[in-house]
C-alpha cells in the first residue's frame, strides 16, 4: 500500500511534464518560457527538426512568441519579446559552419539594400562563431528584446546584444521568410504543419 503513493506522485510529475513539452527528435522543447529580466512569458509558436540533404539530423529548432500567430508578416513586425532556440543534434559542427549557412540564408532573403544596410550587424554576429564547435545538446539563443535588439547566446561566449529591430527581423526571415531553410521547417514552427 506505502508504495502507491509514491507511484501515483512520479505519474503526475511525468504526465505535467509531458503536457508541458513538445518532443521533437526526442528533444524536450518547453511550452513555455520566461524571459529574463522582464519576466515576459512566451509561449511555444511551434518546433520543427532541422535536415540536411534528407538525411541529416542538425538542430531542433523552437519559435517562441508572447502571442502565437501562423502569419509570418505579423511575427517579423510585431515589435515584442520573441525567441528563436536551437538544439544541435550532430556530435561535433564547426560553429562556423553554421555562420556560413545562417549567412547564405540571409543573403537570398534580403534585398541588397537590405544586406547592405544591415552588414555590420551580420558581421559582427558571424564573428561570434569564430572559433567555436558546437556539441551535440549544445543550445544557441537568439532572443529579440524590444526597444534594445538581438541578444545572441552562443556556448562558450558572453552573451552579446545587437542593436536595433531590423536584424532580428532578417534573422526570422531565415526560417518564415519567402525563401526559408526549409518549407516543411517554416510550416512547423509556424504552428501550421506537424513534425512528423
Not at 101 to 115: C, G, R, V
Request: net charge negative; glycine share 6%; proline share 4%.
Amino acid at each position: 500500500m506505502f508504495w502507491i503513493r509514491p507511484l501515483l506522485l512520479c505519474f503526475c510529475v511525468l504526465t505535467s511534464y509531458q503536457v508541458n513539452a513538445a518532443v521533437v527528435s526526442d528533444v524536450d522543447v518547453a511550452e513555455q518560457i520566461t524571459v529574463s529580466p522582464s519576466e515576459t512569458k512566451l509561449h511555444l509558436n511551434g518546433a520543427a527538426l532541422r535536415k540536411m540533404y534528407f538525411l541529416v539530423d542538425v538542430y531542433v529548432g523552437g519559435l517562441y512568441l508572447e502571442e502565437t500567430s501562423q502569419d509570418p508578416d505579423i511575427i517579423i513586425a510585431s515589435n515584442t519579446y520573441k525567441r528563436m532556440m536551437f538544439h544541435v543534434l550532430l556530435k561535433r559542427v564547426s560553429a562556423r559552419r553554421i555562420a556560413n549557412a545562417l549567412n547564405e540564408a540571409l543573403i537570398i532573403n534580403l534585398t541588397k539594400d537590405e544586406h547592405e544596410s544591415l552588414k555590420p550587424t551580420i558581421d559582427r554576429f558571424l564573428s561570434l562563431f569564430d572559433n567555436r564547435r558546437f556539441h551535440k545538446g549544445d543550445e544557441a539563443i537568439l532572443d529579440y528584446l524590444p526597444g534594445k535588439g538581438t541578444l545572441v547566446r552562443i556556448p562558450g561566449r558572453e552573451d552579446t546584444l545587437l542593436e536595433g529591430k531590423a536584424f532580428y527581423d532578417a534573422l526570422l526571415k531565415v526560417w518564415i521568410g519567402l525563401q526559408p531553410v526549409s518549407n516543411d521547417f517554416k510550416a512547423q514552427i509556424l504552428g501550421i504543419l506537424d513534425e512528423d
